[in-house]
């Protein structure tokens, strides 16, 4: 048959011939459009209205990053005029380097990841964090079985030397950077936990979990997700307990790019920050992000408040 | 002496000795329950929804991300693949030394995982869905060629050396005599690309687009079991559906398995095949119209980081013997329980009907969990440590290989196992010589191809502790090193250089 001229199909490949110059036939309405200058997501941008685009680290459930960052892009959006998206983004590092390349224009970033953010790029401003930021707390925390003693003083984490210790995340202020700088403060190494490393177990949750579980034998969470999986029962107070609370540091922060004022006309930078300033829980919508947030209100901040982090931050290796 | 072919594709399976022996002491056992909730979940996923719609976009973004790397990787893996073959130079220009430059070469690109290209490339270009596609299409791509110059160089050449002798231009005498032979296996290989990047589409959560992969582990890291299993359930039913539409197609163009680097007819329905790629082509362009894919945007450049050059000591002096030994170890021991377990398991199955189903759910399982999520629910159960790691890139790793193997089997038919069975020899037995035997050696070349991709994959288990360059390559892109991840960068394509080198020559006495 292959041998036939001229070509015959047979019922199938006539099918397929059918479709296939169907989609063809499609291909230069499709072509054009995909190739032509007006495609450019940047040409549109800049062709109509700047959008505001959003974003912030991943530290939630996706359901509730979704749900809380719909309602802060419509939020702003009817404070500010301007049409704002929210870019969900898969990681710390991520979070950072799409700051640096421009992509991101208002960022929720914590406490380290905002200073490396800063760091690669001059001039972005510090506008708000929340009234629980400006002293934020780490709970060590251990599993019941490991041995190891609770107590008041910073004494107690010399005990996690040669047991199996676990971070959060790499990046995470109160789940890396500030709990290893109370440990090295205490004379405990990283080197020092059994298998001569810690663990990174990539989330609170998930610290919790393996704590408990007692897969490592302790581990260092956020005080605000240690309390909420007291509260969930998710925490299970007769395998995992608190050891030792850290003194306050200064952790999460909204933080906009420095050309913002260009871009979307004088004075926005400003506007943005008191729009946030502005939420309070007697509005419902503006209530339902505080509760989200975790938050009674948001204060303006600066970028001096931060200092004790980035010095923690290269003393730790994590800023260079 | 070589070992008889049956007992050969058994012999990695011997790494299960110490593995069994060392595991009752890495067993903590205290997370039975958690587990438990786990595997409740799965049988009440989040009907939320909220979620469904947003893990439904998610499933959207990644297929089509998959779909838009894939046709990349393969176009640029076929140009390179031809680029970098043995036979193909020593037709043109009688020395095979560019092949062999360019073949080393491509390791770089492919010992880099996905996730790490990615966020190379949003260092360079931004925030840019093209950015997801690219990550794919650039390891891929390497490994396609990799797969493809094998390809060239194991066809016989009988016909291409009748055509040169007989006065026909090289270029002309390449495609005539090895075009049609190439094709069975390019398009079997390339189909199963196709479900790896579907893979790894998932685990990349493309960059500012979402997709399910972001999802998957922001529910992971949440441990919101039953919206994970939601978003699991999903991707399990189009990736059996992807699985079975290509299964499908092989054999209605008659193609071999994956594995099997001997020539084959090039099948019956060239033309149908035609039809197909051409109506693929609008479908991709769409594609990337919906997805905002602008390739023209990978040309704006942003500033790189700035990289000052004090601290090349600090990255210098990093463990590097501990953390290049413990890699190795957690690619070989996986590797050898995913390459030694799938046979073995079927082995042992054999003698009853419905393990060879139960297998292969859990082998589906195994393929759709990404690694990070067994290495989480392994650690429920046992201390961190490399075998934990290694249990769960290999038990990712067995369920691919485990499908292959089914389908190697498939593929070089019963009668001989069934003459043994009506000759009295048990179910093992039969399987055994019947079928492994004329399978072992192809199979192993394959192993040693995805020994490679396990040393990329060591990267995704680093919630595990100490897992060596993988841990340190988080922690140093965490701390923005970049000093730190060249180095690593060159540890891990030098890595797979040697690897590659061994498997070669593996390879070479094997087939």
């Not at chain 2, 004090?310 to 690619?331: F, I, Y």
């Not at chain 2, 093992?428 to 490679?452: E, K, N, P, Q, V």
Request: with cysteine.
């Amino acid at each position: 048959m292959a041998f036939n001229l001229p070509i015959q199909f047979s019922g199938r490949e006539r099918w397929a011939a059918v479709a296939a110059g169907l989609s063809l036939a499609l291909l230069p309405v499709a072509a054009p459009t995909a190739l032509s200058p007006n495609f450019l997501p940047a040409a549109q941008a800049q062709s109509s209205k700047p959008v505001l685009r959003i974003s912030a680290i991943p530290d939630q459930k996706p359901e509730k990053l979704n749900r809380l960052y719909g309602l802060v892009a419509d939020e702003l959006s009817k404070q500010l005029g301007v049409p704002v998206k929210y870019v969900p983004v898969t990681n710390y590092e991520a979070a950072v380097s799409a700051f640096r390349t421009g992509n991101l224009d208002l960022v929720w970033f914590g406490g380290l990841t905002g200073v490396q953010a800063r760091l690669q790029k001059p001039g972005a401003k510090v506008l708000a964090q929340r009234d629980i930021d400006a002293s934020f707390h780490t709970i060590f925390i251990a599993n019941t079985r490991s041995g190891i003693a609770p107590g008041n003083s910073q004494k107690v984490l010399t005990q996690l030397k040669g047991k199996r210790f676990t971070f959060g995340s790499q990046s995470s202020t109160s789940g890396r950077l500030m709990p290893e700088y109370f440990l090295a403060q205490a004379g405990v190494k990283p080197n020092q936990f059994a298998g001569g490393a810690p663990g990174f177990s990539g989330s609170h949750d998930a610290t919790i979990a393996l704590v408990q579980s007692g897969a490592y034998d302790a581990g260092a969470v956020n005080e605000q997700v240690w309390r909420s999986s007291l509260h969930d029962g998710k925490a299970n107070r007769s395998k995992v307990v608190a050891i030792w609370k850290t003194p306050g540091y200064p952790d999460y922060h909204w933080i906009a790019q420095p050309n913002l004022d260009q871009r979307f006309g004088a004075g926005f930078t400003t506007k943005l920050q008191k729009a946030i300033l502005s939420w309070r829980p007697s509005n419902p919508e503006q209530k339902a992000i505080l509760n989200l947030f975790g938050a009674q209100q948001f204060t303006g901040a600066k970028a001096s408040d931060y200092v004790r982090i980035e010095q923690v931050g290269r003393q730790i290796g994590k800023i260079r | 002496m070589k070992p008889a072919a049956p007992l050969l594709v058994l012999l990695p399976a011997l790494v299960l000795l110490p593995v069994l022996l060392a595991l009752p002491a890495q067993v903590h056992g205290g997370g039975w329950e958690l587990i438990g909730t786990f595997l409740k979940a799965a049988i009440q996923p989040s009907l939320d929804p909220l979620v469904l719609r947003s893990l439904l976009e998610g499933l959207g973004v990644t297929v089509g991300m998959a779909l838009l790397g894939w046709a990349c990787s393969v176009v640029i893996g076929i140009g390179l693949g031809i680029a970098s073959s043995r036979l193909v130079w020593r037709s043109l220009s009688g020395s095979v030394l560019p092949a062999e430059v360019l073949r080393r070469l491509l390791a770089l690109p492919r010992s880099i995982h996905e996730l790490i290209w990615g966020l190379l490339l949003l260092q360079l270009v931004g925030l840019q869905p093209a950015v997801a596609v690219l990550a794919i299409a650039i390891p891929y791509g390497a490994l396609v060629a990799r797969v493809v110059s094998d390809l060239l160089d194991a066809l016989p050449d009988q016909n291409l050396n009748a055509l040169l002798l007989s006065g026909t231009a090289a270029p002309a005498a390449l495609l005539t005599a090895l075009g049609p032979p190439l094709l069975p296996g390019l398009i079997s290989y390339g189909g199963y690309r196709l479900e790896c990047a579907l893979r790894s589409a998932t685990l990349l959560g493309v960059f500012g687009l979402g997709g399910l992969g972001n999802e998957l582990l922001l529910t992971l890291q949440s441990l919101e079991f039953r919206e994970l299993w939601s978003g699991l359930w999903l991707l399990l039913a189009v990736m059996l559906g992807l699985e079975a539409l290509i299964r499908r197609l092989r054999q209605r163009w008659g193609m071999p398995s994956r594995f099997g680097l001997g020539a084959g007819s090039s099948g019956q329905r060239g033309r149908e095949l035609v039809v197909a790629l051409l109506a693929l082509l609008p479908v991709l362009l769409l594609v990337a119209q919906a997805l905002q894919v602008d390739p023209m945007a990978l040309l704006q450049w942003q500033p790189l980081p700035a990289m000052d050059g004090q601290h090349w000591g600090t990255a210098l002096a990093l463990p590097w013997l501990p953390l290049v030994w413990n890699t190795l170890l957690l690619t070989l021991l996986a590797a050898a329980l995913a390459v030694g377990g799938a046979p073995l398991l079927l082995l042992w199955v054999a003698p009853w009907s419905w393990g060879r189903r139960l297998l292969q759910l859990l082998w589906a399982l195994g393929r759709l969990w990404p690694p990070p999520l067994t290495a989480l629910l392994l650690l429920f159960v046992l201390k961190p440590g490399v075998l934990t790691a290694a249990l769960a890139l290999g038990f990712h790793n067995l369920g691919i290989l485990g499908r292959l193997l089914l389908e190697g089997a498939e593929v070089t038919g019963s009668a001989v196992e069934e003459a043994l069975r009506c000759g009295g020899v048990g179910a093992r037995i039969a399987l055994l010589y019947g079928r492994y035997s004329g399978l072992a050696r192809s199979y192993l070349a394959y192993g040693a191809y995805r020994s490679d991709v396990i040393l990329r994959e060591t990267v995704v288990v680093g919630l595990v502790a100490g897992t060596g360059l993988g841990s340190q390559l988080n922690e140093s892109l965490s701390s923005f090193a970049w000093d730190q991840i060249a180095l690593l960068l060159l540890v891990y394509a030098v890595l797979t250089i040697v690897g590659e080198d061994l498997s070669d020559r593996a390879r070479r006495r094997l087939l």
